[in-house]
């Protein structure tokens, strides 16, 4: 897609959401969008390789959880994958610190091409899964915001997110539309690990008829240090 289609393809989404990129902000997208390509030939990073699809299902729809984030906030990125939300949310966040955190040391060696092209500053890209991660000095309870894209089922990804989520902090959980089941079927992991449910918003992405619901869970108590359990445990054996 040529420059200026996108400037304007993105610029446009973006405002329908209330929210205004700049020239640099839009140069920084498009050049991830031509390192996610470029990638995606050697690797499998994602199935979506048409640019309108990539702007609206990968961008666009990152940043629709920017307004969640404050400007002092320490933010997590689990599962990040090829950056989705991190990334996107760390061009519109510049001071920001972030951690984009994947199991798949593939897909950190892209993410970290991304940074150093895109010049992004205060982030880290972090091969590891969580259950690992959170046993380095200094993470566990120390993010003020952990994200999270369609990772797993919310009692399995709450396990994940909250031992990492500082008291007063919050998870924002992107899902798919149809999850009243999942969210019921969460409730009892939510309140064991130490969470309560704020809110549930509902959003659709600009020009197209795709919702999702975005799940906010506040910090309220401190989560037990067994959680999360082993690798593969919290998929196994789901607290219900």
């Known amino acids: 897609m040529e420059k200026q289609l996108f400037k304007q393809?993105?610029?446009q989404k973006a405002k329908n959401m209330?929210?205004?990129?700049?020239?640099?902000?839009?140069?920084?997208?498009?050049?991830?969008?031509?390192?996610l390509l470029e990638w995606n030939e050697k690797m499998n990073l994602t199935a979506i390789t048409e640019p309108n699809e990539i702007i609206l299902k990968?961008?666009?729809?990152?940043i629709t959880i920017s307004s969640y984030?404050?400007?002092e906030d320490k933010v997590?990125?689990?599962?990040?994958?090829?950056?989705?939300?991190?990334?996107?949310?760390?061009?519109?966040?510049?001071e920001?610190?972030?951690?984009v955190l994947d199991s798949l040391n593939k897909r950190i060696n892209f993410l970290n091409e991304v940074i150093q092209k895109l010049k992004l500053e205060?982030?880290?890209a972090v091969h590891s899964r969580a259950e690992e991660f959170i046993k380095i000095a200094g993470e566990r309870e120390s993010y003020d915001i952990i994200t999270s894209r369609a990772v797993a089922k919310l009692n399995v990804l709450l396990e994940y997110m909250l031992p990492f989520t500082k008291l007063g902090g919050k998870c924002i959980c992107m899902k798919s539309f149809e999850i009243d089941e999942e969210i019921e079927e969460a409730k009892k992991a939510i309140e064991i690990l130490g969470?309560?449910?704020?809110?549930?918003?509902?959003?659709?992405l600009p020009e197209s008829d795709i919702k999702r619901k975005i799940v906010v869970i506040k910090k309220i108590k401190n989560t037990l240090e067994k959680y999360p359990r082993k690798a593969g445990t919290p998929e196994k054996e789901p607290i219900i």
């Open 9 to 11: 393809e993105i610029g």
């Open 18 to 35: 209330e929210i205004t990129l700049d020239e640099n902000q839009i140069n920084k997208f498009y050049k991830y969008m031509e390192l």
């Open 58 to 62: 990968h961008f666009i729809d990152s």
């Open 69 to 71: 984030i404050n400007s």
């Open 76 to 94: 997590l990125d689990i599962g990040t994958g090829a950056g989705f939300p991190g990334i996107p949310l760390k061009i519109l966040n510049k």
């Open 96 to 99: 920001n610190e972030f951690t």
């Open 122 to 124: 205060k982030i880290r």
């Open 195 to 204: 969470g309560k449910i704020e809110k549930i918003d509902i959003i659709t």
